[in-house]
């Protein structure tokens, strides 16, 4: 099963950015983990990461075909992109939305998540750990 772990914006400076909210692992060390922990499950994880809200739908789209499972921390373009909420719903494929923080209790405008209703399930609040556990709710579907 290929799996693409898809993170948005700001998700770059994990390690450095707000270490109090997200911890001090970066990304690098996540996606690295990411392949591990989807190896471990017999899956290939292929990681992308973009600041463009247009280059994660055009991203999206090319999982068509050669994806079967996506896993996507869309950063603060959670909250307010009905375009990536789109494109999830328009490729089809069993998505997991996954936060390193927990947004249910955080400022009032990070509780909504647009992109929910689209994804199987919402992970939040776990840290890095969130990513192995939505990988794991995949293997099981
Ligand atoms: C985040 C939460 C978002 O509100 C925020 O804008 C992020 C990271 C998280 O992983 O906790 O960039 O998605």
Redesign the pocket.
């Known amino acids: 099963m290929n799996v693409l772990v898809v993170n ?4 770059n400076l994990l390690g450095t950015r707000r270490p109090d ?2 911890g001090h692992t970066t990304l690098g060390e996540i996606e690295q983990a990411c392949r591990k922990w989807g190896a471990d499950l017999g899956m290939t994880v292929s990681a992308f990461q973009s600041n463009h809200e247009g280059e994660i739908i055009d991203r999206l789209h090319a999982a068509i075909g050669t994806m079967d499972w996506i896993v996507i ?4 373009l ?2 307010y992109s009905y375009a990536i909420h789109d494109a999830i719903e328009a490729i089809g494929l069993p998505t997991i939305e ?6 249910f209790s ?1 400022e009032e405008w ?1 509780r909504t998540s647009v992109v929910s209703p689209v994804c199987a399930a919402t992970i ?1 609040g776990r840290g890095p750990d969130g990513y192995r556990m939505a990988l794991e709710a995949l293997n099981q579907t």
Do not use: E, K
């Open positions: 948005g914006p700001n998700l909210v997200y921390n869309p950063g603060a959670t909250h996954v936060h390193l923080s927990d947004i955080r990070r939040a």
